[in-house]
Every structure is written in C-alpha cells, then in structure tokens.
C-alpha cells in the first residue's frame, strides 16, 4: 500500500515549533503583567497605610515633623504608584502584542493544516482509483480468462 508523504511537512512542524514559542512568549507576557499588577497593589496597600497613619497623626497631640515625613511618604507613593500604572499599561500592550502574534502564527498552522488535509484527501481519492482500476483489470482479466476455456 502506498505511504501518504506530504511534500510540506517541514513547513508545517515549523509553523509548530513557532506557535510553540508564541504561546511561550505570550505566557511570559501574561506573567509580567500580573506581576506589574501586583506591585501595583502592594504601592496602594502602602499608601493606604500611610494615609490611615496621617489620620492618626491627626488626632491627639500633634507632632509636625512626623505629619510632614508622613505627608511627604504619601507624595512619594503617589509618584510611585502613577510610574507603576505606566509599567502596567506597557505590560498590557506588550500582552496584547503577544496575543496578536500567536493569532497570527495558529491561523498560518491552522492553512497549513488544511493544506494538508487537502492533500491527504487527494492521496485517498487517488488511492481509491488506482485501486478500482486493479479490480476492473483483475475482473477483466478473470472474465476473459474464463471465457476463452469454455
């Protein structure tokens, strides 16, 4: 029986191998947004801190240079926490550019795959005539084998 070779094999196992690495890459992209998502937290976790410390610095007897170093701990988480939702806007983008990319490769694997299953079909369609062709030799054979002893 014939073996169904396709002729773009290696073609296809490198568009694996590259949806393999997309998917890697998107994976590594998923992470480091969650981890910028996460710093983000703790930063507002901080200042949250820090403004209930001002509360209680406000109430009782007052210690100005500790409302200040707290007033200028709130400032400076405030900046923090404005840089860090830039990092998680860039970590977004970079996730999305990632997620474009692995579209990209599994619709070029995905024709690939088609293709070959095309061609698979053709090799059976093929296959099938080829072999109709024997049994109508061997018939034809037989008939007129048979025919000529009598």
Do not use: P
Not at 41 to 50: D, G, K, T
Request: proline letters at 0%.
């Amino acid at each position: 029986m014939a073996k169904f070779v396709y002729r773009m094999q290696s073609i296809l196992d490198i568009k694996y191998k590259l949806e393999e690495q997309e998917k890697t890459a998107y994976g590594i992209a998923a992470q480091k947004l969650q981890e910028e998502n996460k710093k983000l937290q703790q930063l507002m976790l901080r200042r949250m801190e820090y403004e209930k410390r001002a509360k209680e610095l406000a109430v009782g007897k007052i210690d100005v240079r500790a409302i200040h170093e707290n007033k200028h701990a709130i400032d400076t988480m405030k900046s923090l926490i404005r840089d860090q939702i830039m990092q998680v806007h860039v970590a977004e983008k970079q996730v999305e550019l990632a997620r474009k990319r692995l579209q990209a490769v599994m619709v070029e694997r995905k024709a690939h795959e088609k293709l070959r299953e095309k061609a698979f079909e053709q090799f059976q369609a093929e296959l099938a005539a080829e072999e109709a062709k024997e049994i109508d030799q061997l018939v034809s054979f037989t008939y007129h084998d048979h025919a000529q002893k009598e």
